[in-house]
């Protein structure tokens, strides 16, 4: 399942993102990279344990633990310090094809996560660059994402994917990974419906409707089967 989230960051936080990241030291992508993405990830990032991507990366997961709709799709139970890149086109920046490393440590905090959910949050406007767009590979084809400075994407971190060339402007976003109490993309995707469908049901009839209780239990129920915590 690909789920996209508006908003998760004001336009004003935006602005304020990239100030302070134009000011930072950016370093080459490929310190974070695995063995094979490392042949073809070409883009800079900031270097992961500097405060400025710690402290940005906070606030991002701050935003996005608020979002009903994140928590309902992803239901975190740890997520990755958020990272920084930028692909700039006067330096030929690309990701090709790769699959993200099934596990990542971080070498500050020690946390240890199984990726089941990669996460790009988008923060430069689509009309600031060409190219740059993130193609996902799924069971049912290519999906290729570009959003609005500020909305970010989830997507199986099962899912082979890259980034195409940017070939006018400049490409900044942050991207991440999670572990979800729900390993399987699919019961997870059969939960996140459910739960859609309970609050269209609430909406309509009211939380004590017999029928909206029934299916609101068997929600918890299906949680309570398949979490992990
Ligand atoms: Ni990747």
Redesign the pocket.
Same mark, same amino acid.
């Given at each position: 399942m690909l789920t996209c989230i508006d908003g998760v960051l004001s336009k004003d936080d935006v602005a304020e993102f990239r100030r302070i990241m134009d000011a930072s030291e950016w370093e080459d992508g490929r310190s974070t990279a695995g063995a094979q993405?490392a042949m073809v990830?070409r883009n800079e990032q900031l270097p992961p344990d500097s405060e400025v991507a710690r402290k940005l990366g906070h606030r991002i997961i701050s935003a996005l633990t608020a979002s009903p709709r994140f928590l309902a799709a992803a239901i975190p139970l740890q997520i990755f310090p958020p990272l920084f890149n930028r692909y700039a086109a006067d330096s030929g920046h690309h +990701?090709g094809l !790769? /699959?993200?490393n099934a596990i990542r440590g971080d070498r500050l905090t020690g946390l240890r996560i199984r990726t089941d959910l990669?996460v790009t949050l988008f923060l430069s406007e689509p009309e600031d660059y060409d190219g740059g767009e993130l193609v996902i590979e799924d069971t049912y084809g290519s999906h290729e994402v570009k959003l609005p400075a500020g909305d970010c994407v989830l997507y199986p971190?099962t899912s082979l !994917?890259? /980034?195409t060339p940017v070939t006018r402007g400049s490409r900044v976003a942050s +991207?991440f990974w999670l572990q979800s109490m729900i390993r399987d993309d699919q019961a997870r995707s059969m939960i996140f419906d459910l739960d859609a469908a309970i609050q269209a049901l609430v909406a309509r009839l009211g939380r004590d409707d017999p029928e909206t209780v029934k299916l609101t239990g068997i929600y918890h129920n299906l949680i309570r089967t398949w979490a992990e915590v």
């Amino acid at each position: 399942m690909l789920t996209c989230i508006d908003g998760v960051l004001s336009k004003d936080d935006v602005a304020e993102f990239r100030r302070i990241m134009d000011a930072s030291e950016w370093e080459d992508g490929r310190s974070t990279a695995g063995a094979q993405s490392a042949m073809v990830k070409r883009n800079e990032q900031l270097p992961p344990d500097s405060e400025v991507a710690r402290k940005l990366g906070h606030r991002i997961i701050s935003a996005l633990t608020a979002s009903p709709r994140f928590l309902a799709a992803a239901i975190p139970l740890q997520i990755f310090p958020p990272l920084f890149n930028r692909y700039a086109a006067d330096s030929g920046h690309h +990701f090709g094809l !790769h /699959v993200d490393n099934a596990i990542r440590g971080d070498r500050l905090t020690g946390l240890r996560i199984r990726t089941d959910l990669s996460v790009t949050l988008f923060l430069s406007e689509p009309e600031d660059y060409d190219g740059g767009e993130l193609v996902i590979e799924d069971t049912y084809g290519s999906h290729e994402v570009k959003l609005p400075a500020g909305d970010c994407v989830l997507y199986p971190s099962t899912s082979l !994917h890259l /980034v195409t060339p940017v070939t006018r402007g400049s490409r900044v976003a942050s +991207f991440f990974w999670l572990q979800s109490m729900i390993r399987d993309d699919q019961a997870r995707s059969m939960i996140f419906d459910l739960d859609a469908a309970i609050q269209a049901l609430v909406a309509r009839l009211g939380r004590d409707d017999p029928e909206t209780v029934k299916l609101t239990g068997i929600y918890h129920n299906l949680i309570r089967t398949w979490a992990e915590v």
